[in-house]
């Protein structure tokens, strides 16, 4: 009977930083230090969203 019964399991995630599997408390994270290394490359400026080059500041 628990052969019919099937639980969907997601696939495992891996942390963005390292690879290593996620952990629910740091989650998308491994660990803590994964997540201030994210928090760190954003801080620096690693990271950056591109914006338009024709965008124009609205100075009146």
Do not use: H
């Not at 995630?13 to 994964?34: D, E, H, M, V, W």
Request: proline share 8%; net charge positive; with cysteine.
């Amino acid at each position: 009977m628990d052969d019919q019964i099937k639980k969907r399991t997601s696939p495992l995630k891996t942390c963005p930083i390292c690879g290593k599997p996620q952990l629910q408390a740091t989650r998308p994270f491994c660990s803590s230090r994964c997540r201030d290394v994210d928090l760190n490359r954003w801080l620096k400026g690693s990271y950056v969203i591109p914006g338009r080059d024709d965008e124009v500041d609205d100075v009146e």
